[in-house]
């Protein structure tokens, strides 16, 4: 790489700036699952914008939609008039998502950010009942802005930041075999607990940045069940797990439960073009006009670019069939991978086409990012210490380009597992606990 090729970003740009650190390169075009920097060199990405690329790179079908609109000198921003663009993308979300499943909504068009549209969902949920508390669970990130900053867990990320009350308590799994959904109910149904009853419990069913922590079936229906015994909002935050990522379009479906409101973001905008959707239970869309806004609430590319995604990929379940046996031959990938080196990695986590590897040191997993993208592959890491290998693809990703990634890993952790001599000192002090030689 030549070093002026990046010397304008590290001249000028903040210090904020974090992906770029760790992919060193300018890159100049993409298409399918494939990003190509300056020199044409070819990388598979399973970073996919962080979830806001589910469609690929330049979805031929989803691009062309947007090419025609364009070509049309149709409207491009119309604040939250009424276009033709936002019909189309609300009849088509209605008919293809919504109704198959039983669904009834409002749609509500937030700022056209992740954070934004959690930071509407609160507010609505405040608005609603009164209340000001708000549940929400370790390893939990909802985004960095205000509330949304507030809900999440990482104290990195969190900093100083203080938005009106927030109750952190435990996730699935997060106490071992403790049920932390009874100990909620404890909580609620304790006067001298210190919880204030909450307006609302926030929570992602899959975890992506807090190391890819699945939520089990049955807790997510007894957490239904306890916040409308409580009268309680429930929000699932489906930003990054929504749009198909974990096999469904939502990611709730598999519990078959009913959250009141619904955050979606990232891949709801098509291929890229940001957009945000807050799904909200009738019944309680109180808003009165003009209380909630945001002046780029009415991206009309992102409409159409949203409503041609749905009716190429959602018109029926061939697409979750598809999507059933990509997760299925990542697992089977990954599992192989762990199997060989348990010194290494400690399990396979997550669901769908977010699943990952977790390390038991978060070294081994920041070596084989490096290694990957050596052999041409952009894959980033989760968890709160960094710890999980991540894997993001295109969930349209050709089968071939998903298995020829996947030896790419393979590769690396072989190889990272080859140069770790301080391995066995790493792991002597385990091995004294358990009784066995060092």
């Known amino acids: ?206 975890q992506g940045e807090g190391g890819l922590n699945v939520a089990s079936v049955q807790w997510l229906r007894k957490l239904r069940e306890l916040t409308a015994e409580f009268g309680i909002l429930l929000i699932v935050d489906d930003i990054q797990a929504g749009c198909g990522r974990t096999g469904r379009f939502f990611s709730f479906e598999r519990a078959q439960i009913e959250p009141d409101l619904v955050c979606l973001s990232k891949s709801i905008g098509g291929m890229g073009f940001p957009m945000a959707l807050l799904l909200v239970r009738p019944g309680i869309d109180a808003w009165s006009p003009g209380e909630d806004n945001g002046t780029f609430r009415g991206n009309n590319l992102a409409f159409v670019a949203a409503a041609e995604a749905l009716r190429r990929y959602w018109d029926g379940h061939a697409f979750e069939r598809e999507l059933a046996d990509k997760e299925a031959g990542i697992r089977r990938a990954l599992e192989a991978i762990a199997q060989a080196h348990p010194a290494m990695v400690r399990q396979v986590r997550g669901l769908g086409l977010m699943q990952g590897l977790e390390f038991h040191a978060e070294q081994d997993t920041a070596a084989v990012i490096q290694a990957c993208f050596e052999r041409g592959l952009v894959v980033e890491c989760c968890g709160p210490r960094g710890q999980v290998l991540k894997l993001m693809p295109a969930l349209t990703i050709e089968p071939e380009v998903l298995a020829r990634a996947l030896e790419i890993i393979a590769v690396a952790v072989d190889l990272r597992a080859a140069h770790r ?16 030689p060092a």
């Open 421 to 436: 001599p301080e391995l066995a000192e790493l792991l002597a002090p385990l091995a004294a606990a358990q009784g066995a």
């Open 1 to 206: 790489m030549n070093a002026n090729a990046l010397e304008a970003f590290e001249k000028y740009e903040s210090q904020a700036r974090s992906y770029c650190r760790e992919f060193p390169v300018v890159f100049a075009r993409a298409k399918s699952s494939y990003l190509y920097d300056e020199r044409g060199e070819a990388f598979i990405d399973f970073l996919c914008g962080a979830g806001a690329l589910n469609y690929g790179h330049n979805n031929d079908a989803i691009k062309q939609a947007v090419l025609d609109y364009i070509g049309g000198d149709n409207i491009m921003m119309s604040l939250d008039l009424h276009s033709q663009a936002k019909r189309d993308f609300i009849e088509t979300f209605q008919r293809l998502i919504l109704q198959p499943r039983g669904l009834d909504y409002r749609l509500q068009f937030t700022s056209p950010t992740g954070t934004s549209v959690v930071e509407s969902a609160i507010k609505l949920a405040r608005k609603v009942t009164g209340r000001q508390n708000v549940v929400a669970f370790t390893n939990a990130f909802h985004g960095m802005t205000g509330v949304s900053l507030n809900l999440t867990a990482n104290r990195y990320h969190r900093q100083a930041v203080g938005y009106g009350s927030v109750s952190r308590l435990p996730y699935d799994g997060y106490l071992g075999e403790i049920d932390t959904v009874d100990f909620l109910r404890k909580l609620l149904e304790d006067h001298s607990s210190g919880l204030d009853l909450p307006a609302a419990v926030i929570l992602e069913s899959v």
